[in-house]
Protein backbone atom coordinates (compact mmCIF):
# COMPACT_ATOMS: atom_id res chain seq x y z
CA UNK A 1 0.00 0.00 0.00
CA UNK A 2 1.39 3.41 -0.67
CA UNK A 3 2.35 6.08 1.98
CA UNK A 4 -0.26 9.31 1.62
CA UNK A 5 1.18 12.42 0.82
CA UNK A 6 0.21 14.30 3.35
CA UNK A 7 2.07 11.50 6.10
CA UNK A 8 5.27 11.75 3.59
CA UNK A 9 5.87 15.80 4.56
CA UNK A 10 4.95 15.36 8.36
CA UNK A 11 8.89 14.83 8.82
CA UNK A 12 9.93 17.93 7.06
CA UNK A 13 7.08 20.16 8.65
CA UNK A 14 8.28 19.29 12.18
CA UNK A 15 11.99 19.86 11.02
CA UNK A 16 10.81 23.10 9.80
CA UNK A 17 8.64 24.13 13.13
CA UNK A 18 12.03 23.20 15.55
CA UNK A 19 14.12 25.34 13.41
CA UNK A 20 12.27 28.61 13.74
CA UNK A 21 11.69 27.90 17.24
CA UNK A 22 15.53 27.47 17.79
CA UNK A 23 16.11 30.41 16.00
CA UNK A 24 13.26 32.12 17.95
CA UNK A 25 15.19 31.39 21.04
CA UNK A 26 18.41 31.89 20.14
CA UNK A 27 18.47 34.68 18.39
CA UNK A 28 17.81 38.09 20.84
CA UNK A 29 20.48 35.81 22.60
CA UNK A 30 22.87 36.25 20.54
CA UNK A 31 22.07 39.97 19.79
CA UNK A 32 22.88 40.28 23.57
CA UNK A 33 26.63 38.82 23.18
CA UNK A 34 28.04 41.55 21.69
CA UNK A 35 27.51 45.04 22.41
CA UNK A 36 29.49 48.48 20.33
CA UNK A 37 28.44 50.30 23.57
CA UNK A 38 30.30 48.57 26.57
CA UNK A 39 31.88 50.02 29.20
CA UNK A 40 34.56 49.22 32.28
CA UNK A 41 31.75 48.77 35.02
CA UNK A 42 32.11 51.49 38.04
CA UNK A 43 34.48 50.84 41.19
CA UNK A 44 33.07 50.59 44.29
CA UNK A 45 34.61 51.94 46.91
CA UNK A 46 35.73 49.71 49.74
CA UNK A 47 36.48 51.71 52.47
CA UNK A 48 39.19 51.33 55.08
CA UNK A 49 40.98 48.19 55.48
CA UNK A 50 40.19 46.29 59.27
CA UNK A 51 42.47 46.71 61.84
CA UNK A 52 43.70 42.79 61.71
CA UNK A 53 44.02 43.25 57.87
CA UNK A 54 46.52 46.28 58.68
CA UNK A 55 48.47 44.21 61.46
CA UNK A 56 48.72 41.66 59.14
CA UNK A 57 50.33 43.92 56.27
CA UNK A 58 52.34 45.65 58.79
CA UNK A 59 53.89 42.08 59.87
CA UNK A 60 55.05 41.15 56.29
CA UNK A 61 56.43 44.63 55.11
CA UNK A 62 58.42 44.60 58.34
CA UNK A 63 59.39 41.23 58.35
CA UNK A 64 59.28 39.63 55.30
CA UNK A 65 63.04 41.52 54.23
CA UNK A 66 64.63 39.12 56.85
CA UNK A 67 63.22 36.00 55.73
CA UNK A 68 65.82 34.12 53.39
CA UNK A 69 65.30 31.31 51.11
CA UNK A 70 67.67 27.90 51.62
CA UNK A 71 68.81 26.14 48.79
CA UNK A 72 70.25 22.91 49.65
CA UNK A 73 72.97 21.63 47.03
CA UNK A 74 74.57 18.31 46.51
CA UNK A 75 77.50 17.15 44.65
CA UNK A 76 76.82 14.02 42.11
CA UNK A 77 78.46 12.53 39.40
CA UNK A 78 77.51 12.57 35.77
CA UNK A 79 75.47 9.31 34.15
CA UNK A 80 78.13 9.48 31.21
CA UNK A 81 81.36 11.84 31.92
CA UNK A 82 81.21 11.06 35.47
CA UNK A 83 82.04 14.36 36.08
CA UNK A 84 81.14 15.88 39.79
CA UNK A 85 77.81 18.39 39.35
CA UNK A 86 76.20 20.73 41.25
CA UNK A 87 72.25 19.47 41.46
CA UNK A 88 69.63 21.42 43.79
CA UNK A 89 68.54 18.65 46.44
CA UNK A 90 66.09 20.45 48.65
CA UNK A 91 65.07 24.32 49.55
CA UNK A 92 64.08 25.84 52.81
CA UNK A 93 63.62 28.82 54.46
CA UNK A 94 65.52 30.91 57.35
CA UNK A 95 66.11 34.21 58.66
CA UNK A 96 68.27 36.97 59.37
CA UNK A 97 69.75 37.05 62.87
CA UNK A 98 72.34 39.63 63.21
CA UNK A 99 74.24 42.56 60.80
CA UNK A 100 77.10 40.32 60.47
CA UNK A 101 75.06 38.19 57.88
CA UNK A 102 74.57 35.11 60.04
CA UNK A 103 71.54 33.52 59.17
CA UNK A 104 69.55 30.75 61.37
CA UNK A 105 67.37 28.04 59.75
CA UNK A 106 66.69 24.43 60.64
CA UNK A 107 69.76 21.48 60.39
CA UNK A 108 67.50 18.87 58.42
CA UNK A 109 67.35 21.71 55.54
CA UNK A 110 71.47 21.67 55.13
CA UNK A 111 72.40 18.32 56.75
CA UNK A 112 72.99 16.71 53.39
CA UNK A 113 74.43 19.61 51.36
CA UNK A 114 77.66 19.69 49.45
CA UNK A 115 77.03 23.67 49.19
CA UNK A 116 74.33 26.33 50.73
CA UNK A 117 72.80 28.82 48.58
CA UNK A 118 71.25 31.85 50.53
CA UNK A 119 68.96 33.92 48.55
CA UNK A 120 67.38 37.34 50.34
CA UNK A 121 63.79 39.07 49.56
CA UNK A 122 65.68 41.13 47.30
CA UNK A 123 66.65 38.21 45.22
CA UNK A 124 70.34 37.91 45.55
CA UNK A 125 72.16 34.76 46.06
CA UNK A 126 75.21 34.55 48.33
CA UNK A 127 77.05 31.32 49.04
CA UNK A 128 76.49 30.23 52.66
CA UNK A 129 79.10 28.67 54.94
CA UNK A 130 78.16 26.68 58.31
CA UNK A 131 79.09 28.33 61.32
CA UNK A 132 77.79 25.48 63.61
CA UNK A 133 74.83 22.94 64.28
CA UNK A 134 72.58 21.50 66.93
CA UNK A 135 71.32 18.49 65.36
CA UNK A 136 69.57 17.51 68.57
CA UNK A 137 67.16 20.91 68.57
CA UNK A 138 66.99 20.73 64.44
CA UNK A 139 68.92 24.19 64.35
CA UNK A 140 71.83 25.53 62.66
CA UNK A 141 73.45 29.08 61.67
CA UNK A 142 75.12 29.99 58.16
CA UNK A 143 77.35 32.90 57.33
CA UNK A 144 76.74 34.94 54.33
CA UNK A 145 78.89 38.04 53.15
CA UNK A 146 76.36 40.18 52.23
CA UNK A 147 76.48 43.89 52.68
CA UNK A 148 75.25 45.02 56.30
CA UNK A 149 72.51 47.69 54.49
CA UNK A 150 70.60 44.03 53.32
CA UNK A 151 70.37 42.64 56.67
CA UNK A 152 68.17 43.58 58.62
CA UNK A 153 67.64 40.91 61.96
CA UNK A 154 64.32 39.76 62.83
CA UNK A 155 62.94 41.04 65.88
CA UNK A 156 62.96 38.87 69.02
CA UNK A 157 60.42 37.85 71.19
CA UNK A 158 60.07 35.81 74.30
CA UNK A 159 57.96 31.48 73.95
CA UNK A 160 57.57 31.76 77.69
CA UNK A 161 54.62 33.73 77.85
CA UNK A 162 52.51 32.56 74.75
CA UNK A 163 49.00 31.91 75.28
CA UNK A 164 47.08 29.08 73.28
CA UNK A 165 44.68 30.82 71.23
CA UNK A 166 46.49 33.98 70.35
CA UNK A 167 47.34 34.92 66.70
CA UNK A 168 51.00 34.10 64.86
CA UNK A 169 52.06 34.37 61.57
CA UNK A 170 54.54 32.22 59.43
CA UNK A 171 56.60 33.48 56.61
CA UNK A 172 58.89 31.66 54.26
CA UNK A 173 59.33 29.83 50.99
CA UNK A 174 56.83 27.05 50.70
CA UNK A 175 57.13 24.63 48.13
CA UNK A 176 59.92 27.27 46.69
CA UNK A 177 56.81 30.35 46.40
CA UNK A 178 59.44 32.51 48.10
CA UNK A 179 58.00 36.20 50.58
CA UNK A 180 54.93 33.45 51.84
CA UNK A 181 52.89 34.75 54.86
CA UNK A 182 50.16 32.67 56.38
CA UNK A 183 48.18 32.66 59.62
CA UNK A 184 46.52 30.89 62.30
CA UNK A 185 46.56 30.92 66.06
CA UNK A 186 48.81 28.79 68.98
CA UNK A 187 47.00 25.64 68.77
CA UNK A 188 49.24 24.02 71.96
CA UNK A 189 52.11 24.25 73.84
CA UNK A 190 54.64 22.00 75.40
CA UNK A 191 54.21 19.64 72.80
CA UNK A 192 57.53 17.44 71.52
CA UNK A 193 58.44 16.04 68.58
CA UNK A 194 61.96 14.10 67.38
CA UNK A 195 64.87 15.45 65.71
CA UNK A 196 66.70 14.29 62.52
CA UNK A 197 68.73 12.61 65.22
CA UNK A 198 66.22 10.82 67.34
CA UNK A 199 65.82 12.89 70.36
CA UNK A 200 63.00 14.71 71.46
CA UNK A 201 62.63 18.63 71.35
CA UNK A 202 60.50 19.62 74.26
CA UNK A 203 58.26 22.31 74.84
CA UNK A 204 57.32 23.10 71.01
CA UNK A 205 54.94 24.61 70.09
CA UNK A 206 51.69 23.89 67.61
CA UNK A 207 49.94 26.25 65.74
CA UNK A 208 47.59 25.89 62.67
CA UNK A 209 49.28 28.57 60.52
CA UNK A 210 49.75 27.00 57.27
CA UNK A 211 53.46 25.29 57.00
CA UNK A 212 54.13 23.49 53.94
CA UNK A 213 57.76 21.65 52.55
CA UNK A 214 59.85 24.55 52.10
CA UNK A 215 58.46 26.62 55.49
CA UNK A 216 61.02 24.88 57.21
CA UNK A 217 63.54 27.29 58.88
CA UNK A 218 61.25 30.52 58.73
CA UNK A 219 60.05 32.50 61.51
CA UNK A 220 56.65 32.04 63.12
CA UNK A 221 55.86 35.40 64.51
CA UNK A 222 53.63 37.10 67.18
CA UNK A 223 50.81 39.79 66.72
CA UNK A 224 53.72 42.13 67.18
CA UNK A 225 55.92 40.62 64.39
CA UNK A 226 58.32 39.25 66.98
CA UNK A 227 59.86 36.10 66.55
CA UNK A 228 58.51 33.72 69.21
CA UNK A 229 59.42 29.99 67.04
CA UNK A 230 61.13 28.55 64.20
CA UNK A 231 59.02 26.76 61.97
CA UNK A 232 60.42 22.95 61.69
CA UNK A 233 57.95 19.88 61.29
CA UNK A 234 53.86 19.42 60.17
CA UNK A 235 52.15 16.60 61.14
CA UNK A 236 50.58 15.20 58.05
CA UNK A 237 49.45 11.91 56.37
CA UNK A 238 50.09 12.89 52.74
CA UNK A 239 53.32 14.87 53.61
CA UNK A 240 51.44 18.80 52.26
CA UNK A 241 49.60 21.01 55.52
CA UNK A 242 47.13 19.54 57.68
CA UNK A 243 46.62 22.03 60.26
CA UNK A 244 49.01 20.77 61.69
CA UNK A 245 52.70 22.56 62.37
CA UNK A 246 55.45 22.67 64.99
CA UNK A 247 57.93 25.25 65.76
CA UNK A 248 61.51 25.34 68.31
CA UNK A 249 60.09 27.68 70.41
CA UNK A 250 62.34 31.09 70.60
CA UNK A 251 63.30 30.91 74.19
CA UNK A 252 65.34 27.64 72.76
CA UNK A 253 66.86 29.58 69.63
CA UNK A 254 67.89 32.41 72.05
CA UNK A 255 70.01 30.06 74.35
CA UNK A 256 71.22 27.60 71.36
CA UNK A 257 72.22 29.93 68.64
CA UNK A 258 74.94 32.02 70.71
CA UNK A 259 76.90 29.07 71.58
CA UNK A 260 76.75 27.87 68.01
CA UNK A 261 78.28 31.48 66.80
CA UNK A 262 80.59 31.19 70.24
CA UNK A 263 81.73 27.68 69.36
CA UNK A 264 80.12 26.16 66.46
CA UNK A 265 78.54 23.33 68.69
CA UNK A 266 76.50 23.08 71.65
CA UNK A 267 78.52 22.93 74.74
CA UNK A 268 76.21 20.67 76.69
CA UNK A 269 76.38 20.68 80.61
CA UNK A 270 77.03 17.15 81.58
CA UNK A 271 78.29 14.96 84.92
CA UNK A 272 80.60 12.84 83.51
CA UNK A 273 79.09 9.71 83.98
CA UNK A 274 77.85 6.96 81.46
CA UNK A 275 73.95 5.99 81.59
CA UNK A 276 72.26 3.51 80.98
CA UNK A 277 69.63 3.09 78.71
CA UNK A 278 65.71 2.41 79.19
CA UNK A 279 65.98 -1.03 78.18
CA UNK A 280 68.62 -1.90 80.60
CA UNK A 281 66.66 0.11 82.81
CA UNK A 282 63.04 -1.55 82.77
CA UNK A 283 65.99 -4.99 82.38
CA UNK A 284 67.07 -4.17 85.92
CA UNK A 285 63.71 -2.38 87.18
CA UNK A 286 65.01 0.60 87.63
CA UNK A 287 62.70 3.67 88.15
CA UNK A 288 64.90 6.76 86.92
CA UNK A 289 68.38 6.85 85.12
CA UNK A 290 70.94 4.08 86.43
CA UNK A 291 75.07 5.26 86.70
CA UNK A 292 76.81 3.02 85.24
CA UNK A 293 80.24 4.08 84.99
CA UNK A 294 81.76 7.82 86.47
CA UNK A 295 84.23 9.16 84.43
CA UNK A 296 87.59 9.58 86.67
CA UNK A 297 88.29 12.86 87.72
CA UNK A 298 84.80 14.14 86.81
CA UNK A 299 82.13 16.44 88.15
CA UNK A 300 80.25 12.71 89.47
CA UNK A 301 83.01 11.40 91.34
CA UNK A 302 84.21 14.59 92.44
CA UNK A 303 80.31 14.86 94.00
CA UNK A 304 81.00 11.40 95.53
CA UNK A 305 78.06 9.80 93.23
CA UNK A 306 78.51 5.79 92.81
CA UNK A 307 78.80 3.67 89.79
CA UNK A 308 77.42 0.54 89.00
CA UNK A 309 79.60 -2.40 90.40
CA UNK A 310 79.94 -6.53 90.33
CA UNK A 311 81.06 -8.22 93.45
CA UNK A 312 81.33 -12.56 93.12
CA UNK A 313 79.27 -12.26 90.37
CA UNK A 314 76.65 -9.86 91.53
CA UNK A 315 75.64 -6.98 90.26
CA UNK A 316 75.57 -3.66 92.82
CA UNK A 317 73.35 -1.37 90.88
CA UNK A 318 74.92 2.94 91.42
CA UNK A 319 73.02 6.09 92.02
CA UNK A 320 69.49 5.91 90.13
CA UNK A 321 69.23 9.63 89.66
CA UNK A 322 65.45 10.38 89.79
CA UNK A 323 65.17 14.02 90.00
CA UNK A 324 67.48 17.16 89.08
CA UNK A 325 66.88 20.50 91.30
CA UNK A 326 63.68 18.58 92.21
CA UNK A 327 62.60 18.19 88.89
CA UNK A 328 61.58 14.60 88.34
CA UNK A 329 63.39 12.28 85.23
CA UNK A 330 62.29 9.03 84.60
CA UNK A 331 65.36 8.90 81.52
CA UNK A 332 68.03 9.97 79.42
CA UNK A 333 66.35 12.84 77.85
CA UNK A 334 64.31 14.06 81.08
CA UNK A 335 67.57 14.32 82.58
CA UNK A 336 69.11 15.69 79.17
CA UNK A 337 66.39 18.87 78.97
CA UNK A 338 66.67 19.48 82.84
CA UNK A 339 70.66 19.33 82.53
CA UNK A 340 70.64 21.83 79.70
CA UNK A 341 68.60 24.37 81.46
CA UNK A 342 71.95 24.91 83.61
CA UNK A 343 75.16 26.52 82.39
CA UNK A 344 78.51 24.44 82.28
CA UNK A 345 80.33 25.30 85.69
CA UNK A 346 77.11 25.72 87.59
CA UNK A 347 76.46 23.68 90.99
CA UNK A 348 72.76 22.23 90.52
CA UNK A 349 71.51 19.42 92.90
CA UNK A 350 71.04 16.06 91.91
CA UNK A 351 68.57 14.07 93.41
CA UNK A 352 69.85 10.29 93.77
CA UNK A 353 68.33 7.25 94.63
CA UNK A 354 70.85 4.55 97.00
CA UNK A 355 70.39 1.78 99.11
CA UNK A 356 66.63 2.24 99.38
CA UNK A 357 67.04 6.05 100.81
CA UNK A 358 67.39 9.42 98.47
CA UNK A 359 69.72 12.32 98.86
CA UNK A 360 70.36 15.73 97.57
CA UNK A 361 73.61 15.65 96.04
CA UNK A 362 75.17 18.98 94.75
CA UNK A 363 77.33 18.50 91.32
CA UNK A 364 79.27 21.13 89.46
CA UNK A 365 78.19 20.63 85.89
CA UNK A 366 81.15 19.92 83.08
CA UNK A 367 81.21 19.82 79.33
CA UNK A 368 80.54 16.94 77.66
CA UNK A 369 81.82 16.26 74.21
Do not use: C
Not at 24 to 49: S, Y
Amino acid sequence: MSRKPAQSWLPLILFVLVMIGLWLVFNPLQRRLFNPQAEPRAVTARGDLAADELNTIDIFRENSTSVVYVTSIALRRGLFSLNAVEIPQGTGSGFVWDREGRIVTNYHVISDASRVQVTMADHTSWKAVLVGAAPDKDLAVLQILAPAEKLRPIPLGTSSDLLVGQKVFAIGNPFGLDQTITSGIISALGREINAITGRTIQGVVQTDAAINPGNSGGPLLDSAGRLIGVNTAIYSPSGAYAGIGFAVPVDEVNRVVPQLIRHGKMIKPGIGATLADERLARQLGVQGVLILNIEKGGPAQEAGLRPTTQYRGEIILGDIITGVADVPVRNYDDLREQLEKFEVGMEVIVNVFRNGNTYDVPVRLGSIN
